[in-house]
C-alpha cells in the first residue's frame, strides 16, 4: 500500500486508487496523470487508468467487477459504471498454507478468566434465562428485571441476569433444520462458558418441549442447570416468582467463581463487520487480522462468519484450507447459499445495503474482499454448522448470515468467549454474554462515536501507526476486555436484545 494526501494505492497492479479524503471536481492530484473527473466521496474508487467497458476492475489486485462503459483515468468508479459479473475462481485447495509460528507454553500470553468444571474459561460471569419458545418471554424477561444491580450488591463476581427471549419454538416444521438450528442455538448458549448458570423455560404446549429440548441436547438438570414449565407451574406470576426463587438459589453458587491466570489460548473471538465502508478493508479489517494472527500463534481461535460476505473471495480461504475436504466443505456452503438466495434481491447475489454504498462499496465482491481480511493469514483449520459447537483450535469459519446480530448470537453458542466487530460507517451493536469489541475504521466516525467505538483504526490513515502495531493494540486489548474491562457496548447496557438465532425454514 501506498498513499499521497489525497489518494490510496493498494496494489501496484490497480487501476483504482482509494481517495483519503473528498476529491473535488478538477482537483489536480499528485501520483494521478489527470485531473479528478468528478466528486469522489472518500473512501470510494477512482480509476487511476483508462478502462475499456468490459475490462475488469482490480482493487487490492482482486477483481470486484468489470467496467459497464468506458472509464478515464480521474474518473468515479462506483455502481453506475461497475458491473458485477462471475467469473471461474481456481479454489487452490491449501496452495497457501503455512505453518504457524506458535509461541512456546511458557511465553504465552495470559488473561484472566473464568474457569469451569469442564476447563473451558469464560471471559463473563452471568447467570443467563432461556426461552424455549415465544410464548415464555415476558416471563423471563420480567424474572431477569427483577435482578437489578442493588439485588446483586452481594454477588459481586456476577456480571448479571441476562434474559434471552427469541421468537420461534412453536408454529414451525420439527424435525426440520429450522427447528434443529434453533435448539443447537438455545443449547450453545446453555453450556457456554460465560453462564455460570442457566434458567429455562417453556409454556408447556409448544413444538419445542422443554424436556425435548434438554434430553436432545445433553443438557443434564442440576443446581445451576434448572428448567421450569409455565402450565405445570401455574401460569405467569406464579413462573416468574418461582424463577425469581431459582435465580436466587444460582447467585451464590455463580458468585464462588473467581478470576484466575489462564493462557490465551482459551480466547475465541467471533469476527464481525457490519456498517463498512471503503477504508474498511484498508485499516479495521487487516488490522483485526492481524490480531487474529498473534492469537492463532499464542493458541487461541478465530471464528469468521457471514457466508454471503466471502462471495468471490472464497479462493482466498480455500487456498488456505488445511485439507481438501475443510476447501469443499466451505464451497458447499456457499453453493447452499447460491440456492437459497436464488432471486431474491440480496446480498449474496450482489447488492449490499444503502450504507455500505454510501461508504463505497459498490458490490459485494468488494465487501467481501475487506470482510475476509478480518481472519488475518493462518491455515483455515474447519468450517461449522450454524451455532455448532466449535472443536478446532486456530482459525476455522462458522456458516451464518450476513445480518450481525444473527450470525454473532451463532458465533456465541459456537463458542465465542468475545466478539470483535469492525464497522466503517458505525454500529450500536452490542452482545452478551460475550461482550463486543467495536473497532472503527476511520478517525472522523470513531470521534462522531466515540461512545460507542472501542479502538480507532483510522490512525492507521493517520500515519499514528502501522498495521502490525494496530494489530498488536487490538490483542492486547483483547486480552484487558477478556479480563473483564468493560467494552463501551457493556458500558451502555447492551446486549440484552441482540440474542437473534436465525429463522431458517417455512413457519405454519
Not at 33 to 62: L, T
Not at 71 to 99: A, M
Not at 302 to 310: C, D, F, Q, V
Not at 348 to 369: D, H, M, R, T
Request: net charge negative.
Amino acid at each position: 500500500m501506498s498513499t499521497t494526501p489525497h489518494l490510496i494505492r493498494l496494489h501496484a497492479a490497480d487501476n483504482v486508487l482509494i481517495a483519503k479524503e473528498p476529491i473535488a471536481l478538477g482537483q489536480t492530484l499528485p501520483g494521478l496523470a489527470a485531473r479528478a473527473r468528478a466528486q469522489v466521496p472518500a473512501g470510494h474508487k477512482i480509476a487511476a487508468s483508462r478502462i475499456a467497458q468490459g475490462e475488469p476492475v482490480r482493487k487490492y489486485n482482486a477483481v470486484i467487477g468489470v467496467a459497464g462503459r468506458d472509464i478515464e483515468p480521474g474518473d468515479y468508479v462506483h455502481t453506475h459504471n461497475l458491473s458485477l459479473t462471475e467469473f471461474d475462481r481456481d479454489p487452490g485447495f491449501g496452495l497457501d498454507v503455512r505453518p504457524v509460528s506458535y509461541v512456546s507454553a511458557a511465553e504465552q500470553a495470559t488473561f484472566e478468566g473464568y474457569v469451569r468444571e469442564d476447563g473451558r474459561v469464560g471471559t463473563r460471569n452471568f447467570v443467563g434465562i432461556l426461552a424455549s419458545v415465544n410464548c415464555s418471554a415476558t416471563a423471563i424477561s420480567r424474572i431477569a428485571a427483577h435482578f437489578t444491580p442493588e439485588r446483586l450488591k452481594d454477588f459481586p463476581n456476577v456480571d448479571g441476569v441476562v434474559a434471552f427471549t427469541q421468537t420461534t419454538g412453536c408454529g414451525m416444521s420439527s424435525p426440520s433444520p429450522h427447528f434443529d438450528l434453533l435448539r443447537r442455538t438455545l443449547a450453545g448458549y446453555a453450556r457456554h462458558p460465560n453462564l455460570a448458570g442457566v434458567l429455562v423455560v417453556g409454556l408447556g404446549c409448544e413444538r419445542n418441549q422443554v424436556a425435548d429440548l434438554m434430553d436432545s441436547q445433553g443438557l443434564q438438570s442440576g443446581r445451576l442447570m434448572r428448567s421450569m414449565v409455565m402450565q405445570d407451574m401455574g401460569g405467569t406470576r406464579v413462573t416468574i416468582e418461582a424463577g425469581i426463587r431459582a435465580i436466587e438459589e444460582m447467585l451464590p453458587l455463580a458468585n464462588a467463581y473467581q478470576r484466575q491466570t489462564v493462557p490465551a489460548s482459551h480466547i475465541s473471538i467471533g469476527l464481525q463487520c457490519g456498517g463498512s465502508d471503503g477504508f474498511s478493508g484498508i485499516t479495521a479489517n487487516p488490522a483485526l487480522g492481524e490480531a487474529m494472527d498473534i492469537l492463532v500463534r499464542h493458541g487461541g481461535t478465530a471464528i469468521l462468519s457471514e457466508t454471503p460476505e466471502i462471495h468471490g473471495v472464497e479462493y482466498m480461504l480455500t487456498r488456505r484450507a488445511v485439507s481438501p475436504e475443510v476447501g469443499q466443505k466451505l464451497l458447499d456452503q456457499l453453493a447452499w447459499w447460491a440456492e437459497y438466495t436464488r432471486g431474491h434481491n440480496g446480498q449474496f447475489n450482489g447488492v449490499v445495503g444503502p450504507g455500505n454504498q454510501a461508504g463505497g462499496l459498490a458490490n459485494i465482491f468488494e465487501k467481501s474482499l475487506g470482510s475476509a481480511m478480518k481472519c488475518g493469514t493462518t491455515p483455515l483449520q474447519g468450517v461449522y454448522a450454524y451455532a455448532e459447537a466449535i472443536d478446532r483450535k486456530g482459525f476455522v469459519f462458522m456458516d451464518s448470515p450476513g445480518y450481525d446480530p444473527v450470525s454473532a448470537t451463532g458465533q456465541i453458542a459456537s463458542g465465542a468467549n468475545l466478539i470483535c466487530f469492525t464497522t466503517g460507517r458505525g454500529s450500536m451493536f452490542g452482545s452478551k454474554p460475550a461482550p463486543t469489541l467495536k473497532l472503527a475504521s476511520n478517525t472522523p466516525m470513531y470521534q462522531r462515536l466515540s461512545e460507542d467505538m472501542d479502538i480507532n483504526c483510522g490512525a492507521i490513515l493517520d500515519g499514528e501507526v502501522d498495521l502490525p502495531g494496530m494489530g498488536q493494540r487490538i490483542f492486547e486489548a483483547i486480552l484487558r476486555h477478556a479480563s473483564g474491562e468493560r467494552t463501551k457496548s457493556e458500558l451502555l447496557g447492551l446486549g440484552d436484545h441482540e440474542f437473534v438465532p436465525w429463522h431458517l425454514g417455512i413457519v405454519s
